[in-house]
């Protein structure tokens, strides 16, 4: 389970440590900031997974990501008494940084624009500039980063071990537009990069299921054994059955319960190994396709379809999970959530009023509220001898 979350230079989020229980719910006004943190956690996701390159590209690229505001934050700044101070013209980007910090393993990276050292070993510059460069990662023992913790440290294209005696050199020529986790699998294997890598492989993020006409969660799949729900939803019908099969069928049974009291749902399989949703409902003489369920009851049965997973990932993220749900639904919804981080450690990030109230019912809900202040996402009330321990691999805090 992750304890602490880290923010640098991302966004509207100038510094923010933020820290987590077994159940997060993040919520505030609009423009806030709640998105930037669900970014900046698949933004982090992304280390370990398919790169981080192309994710900040899609993002317009590091310059279009990091802190706009003024470095200098004074009281004097903030009240109109002097002017705000622009970045000067041509100045580099700040570096963005990004960690985590959970019982077992802690890791943080940083990332900047190429700079002349990047290129210093090639003859002509490269054509890409604009992509960011891995300046710094680090794993550590335990929540803090401290010296002593310290186990893997990457600074530039220098990857080195902690061992009994010292530390060892895993290589010297990483590209500086790859993670240490490219490393894994090479003959140089570092468990402790091994085992972070695999646990941010594992989490699971959830944003807006598509439930249009044209989503294929709508339409007849071929079933195979499914014990992930795809991101898009694509195979409900299978991921349902397998639930029904190997994992909580009660549990399953008893969330469409709730929200449609004598509610149903039937898994039919057809020639062809197709499989297809109905949904069977008091009063009704057939029925329903889930070609013809509305936004929000195919909504909630997709979710009830990821929170039941009979493979619990260690962390699950939710964004706005309440969309399109009839506000009825929403009471039902939070008690399936908290029954899912049981299992699971759970991010949910939300507008719903209804849904905080549901979900505050747990004791152990962590509610992260926030606000934006001269531009800035704070978490109201919180001051540095507040928050969680956190240092850099730069020694900052």
Known sequence: MLNTLAINNYRSIRELVIPLTRLNLITGPNGSGKSNIYRALRLLASTAQDGIIAPLAREGGLNSVVWAGPEDRS?????????????AKGTPASRLKLGFAGEEFGYAVSMGLVTPAGNEDRDTPSSFALDPEFKRESIWAGPVLRPASLLVDRDGSVVRRR????????????????????EVGRDKLSPEVFSVREAIRGWRFYDHFRVDADSLARQQQIGTRTLVLDHDGRDLAAAWQTIREIGDREALDEAVNDAFPGAWVEIESQPGGFFYLRFHQEG??????AAELSDGTLRYLLLCAALLTPRPPELMVLNEPE????????????????????????????????????????????????????????????????????SWADGKK
């Open 75 to 87: 009281g004097r700044m903030r009240r109109g008494e002097i002017p705000v101070q622009h970045r």
């Open 323 to 390: 969309a399109s749900l009839h506000p009825d639904l929403t009471m039902a919804l939070g008690r399936l959530i908290r029954r899912a981080a049981r299992n699971s450690q759970l991010w949910v990030v939300s507008h719903s009023t209804r849904l905080a109230a549901a979900l505050e019912e747990d004791e152990d809900c962590n509610p992260i509220i926030l606000e934006k202040v001269f531009s800035e996402t704070t978490i109201p009330g919180q001051h540095l001898p507040d928050r969680p321990a956190w």
């Open 284 to 289: 009704l003489l057939r029925p329903l396709g």
């Open 163 to 182: 061992l009994d005696q010292g530390w060892d050199v895993l290589t010297h020529q990483l590209p500086r537009y790859e993670s240490l986790f490219s």
